[in-house]
């Protein structure tokens, strides 16, 4: 991941407090992974060991622990695993330090676990586009010939949702204020980006969709935010 990418994220998690709840993303297992299991886990089945990359503080990973027998939270943040550690020491999860980015890493992973599982929820959108195809090719990798990747990623509407939340008072949504504090910019995608990028390293999508990600933050108005987001099922082209 390019470095001054990485510093950002580092100091992001490296500032926050050790709580659940604190990132505008990290809502709740039962209304996020634990809600989205009927649209990947008849792909998944129990017999691959499944990959929760982009992790953050491993509240998606320690919900998905609950229902697969092997989970593995990956970061390229090194503070954001310590922050997942600590969270989520009671549960059969394990976390590791991982950047998609990185092809011997992924390959690594791969002659480890076999065919692996991916869960990524806004993790492509968040890269510099030139990294993008990296992440997709060692994606593949993970992959291998058996296993599926479920990715949610923001829609192509997410931005004006985000312009409209910011725009309502100067302090409205401290929590996305904090991401862009951060040099951390969450871009929407264009229609049929996620797509192509997975289409360019062989990675053919089975099923797509629509999915909101539930905000833990808060509205002027006291509703909570929502802001749009695409997911697909995928595997390696056959």
Sequence with gaps: MDNSVNANWQNYWSDLPREQGLPVWDSAGEITATA??????PYFGTERAVLDVGCGNGTQTAALARHFPRVIGADFAESAIEHARQL???TSATFRHFDLTDADAAAALHDEFGDLNVYMRGVLHQMPDEDRPKAAAALSVLLGESGHVFDVE???TAGLAMKTALGQSPDAVPKLQRVFKYGL????WEEGKLEAVLDGAGV???VTGE????GTDTMPDGT???LPMVYVVGRNRR
């Design 36 to 41: 989205q299991l009927p649209l990947f886990e």
């Design 88 to 90: 989520n020491s009671g």
């Design 154 to 156: 923001l829609s192509p």
């Design 185 to 188: 910019t969450p871009a929407a």
């Design 204 to 206: 053919e999508v089975v």
């Design 211 to 214: 999915v909101p990600l539930h």
């Design 224 to 226: 909570p935010l929502h």
